[in-house]
């Protein structure tokens, strides 16, 4: 079990954690972003992308955060610490201004500040696996004050007339 402290104070139970490689390459006269997961370690990962323990996942919430622009040696230590110790403090960094756009962020190999990504779909970012597996858990539709109770036995007249007034 991993446990790490978030920039935003966060303390997380860690289900994976997955070293990143990021680059920025120019395009046809465009910079791209290229992002993976890193096939070993061997590559010189700038980025962490993890995978938050969940008890009940929320339909439209993504339970994921990522953190670029790491050196490649930052990323062995924090994969390190968090295999000998069990937890990391992200906390501990500066960050970079917040964006709406992964583009806005500067990605350097870690010569400036990292960036700390939450709460949102990862496609730009890191592969995202969405957490149900296809299946919705049934606790998100179950409601204690069941609404269909009050109407489940009134004809389609009494229906109406609710409906309608």
């Keep these: 079990m991993m446990k790490v402290l978030t920039p935003n104070s966060g303390l997380l139970q860690i ?3 997955q070293p990143v490689v990021e680059e920025r390459v120019i395009f046809n006269g465009a910079e791209q972003r290229l992002v993976q997961v890193a096939k070993d370690n061997k590559q010189n990962a700038t980025g962490l992308y993890f995978e938050v323990e969940v008890n009940m996942p929320v339909v439209f919430a993504c339970n994921n955060f990522f953190i670029g622009n790491l050196k490649p040696v930052v990323v062995n230590d924090i994969l390190h610490k968090l295999l000998s110790d069990g937890h990391f403090d992200f906390a501990q960094f500066e960050y970079q201004k917040k964006s709406a756009s992964p583009s806005e962020y500067t990605y350097d190999n870690g010569k400036s500040l990292p960036y700390f990504v939450e709460g949102t779909l990862m496609p730009t970012y ?20 069941d609404e269909l109770a009050d109407i489940k036995n009134m004809s389609d007249e009494e229906l109406r007339a609710v409906t309608y007034a």
């Design 15 to 17: 289900k994976s954690v």
């Design 126 to 145: 890191a592969p995202f696996n969405f957490p149900f597996d296809g299946q919705i858990p049934k606790e998100i539709f179950e409601d204690s004050d």
